[in-house]
T-cell receptor, first 112, second 113 residues
Framework: GDSVTQMEGPVTLSEEACLTINCTYTATGYPSLFWYVQYPGEGLQLLLKATKADDKGSNKGFEATYRKETTSFHLEKGSVQVSDSAVYFCALLDHNTDKLIFGTGTRLQVFP | EPEVTQTPSHQVTQMGQEVILRCVPISNHLYFYWYRQILGQKVEFLVSFYNNEISEKSEIFDDQFSVERPDGSNFTLKIRSTKLEDSAMYFC???????????FGPGTRLLVL
């Protein structure tokens, strides 16, 4: 079945460092891809999405490009802030079942 | 900006008791979902609901679980006889259409003792 694999955390960075969180997927069709973020004590918020190959999703300085050839959707940010500390979830939308399949989540900790 | 809301934020219950988790989806959305996240584990799909019936459900969603849209605004998840392993964060989500972006509520943290 469809699945999502994310890099293990936690990822610990200093403020203004570059961030990459790897995400790869396995799917039989052409899923839409998402990054959700969960700030401490809060629910899941949509961060960005891409619906087809080569699409780039972006929001709040974060970017991810849908790479069909490598089945990847890595999350990147050029300069992280302390306020970016959260758990980041990569997910795909299975269009056959209309359900989201999540990765395990990657905790990001940014220190001043 | 419209958002999905959930009540209660926290619920503590005794094993074997019934619980009802409530959600108010975004008002023009037609598709509704429940997911759960056991502490430290993945977010898992439970059920999807459209046009007053279940569209899809996972193997987790057994006979102890049910969903209902009792009126035009609420969407509920009922667990008839809770087990210790039902302790988790339960998220409601809604979308404007099938295969569209799902927007999540803040979650209900359920603790079964």
């Amino acid at each position: 079945g469809d699945s999502v694999t994310q890099m293990e955390g936690p990822v610990t960075l200093s403020e203004e460092a570059c961030l990459t969180i790897n995400c790869t997927y396995t799917a039989t069709g052409y899923p839409s891809l998402f990054w959700y973020v969960q700030y401490p004590g809060e629910g899941l918020q949509l961060l960005l999405k891409a619906t087809k190959a080569d699409d780039k999703g972006s929001n709040k300085g974060f970017e991810a490009t849908y790479r069909k050839e490598t089945t990847s959707f890595h999350l990147e940010k050029g300069s992280v802030q302390v306020s970016d500390s959260a758990v980041y979830f990569c997910a795909l939308l299975d269009h056959n079942t209309d359900k989201l399949i999540f990765g395990t989540g990657t905790r990001l900790q940014v220190f001043p | 900006e419209p958002e999905v809301t959930q009540t209660p934020s926290h619920q503590v219950t005794q094993m074997g008791q019934e619980v009802i988790l409530r959600c108010v989806p975004i008002s023009n959305h037609l598709y509704f979902y429940w997911y759960r996240q056991i502490l430290g584990q993945k977010v898992e799909f439970l059920v999807s609901f459209y046009n007053n019936e279940i569209s899809e459900k996972s193997e987790i969603f057994d006979d102890q679980f049910s969903v209902e849209r009792p009126d035009g605004s609420n969407f509920t998840l009922k667990i008839r006889s809770t087990k210790l392993e039902d302790s988790a964060m339960y998220f409601c989500a809604s979308s404007v259409g099938g295969e569209k972006t799902q927007y999540f509520g803040p979650g209900t943290r359920l603790l079964v003792l």
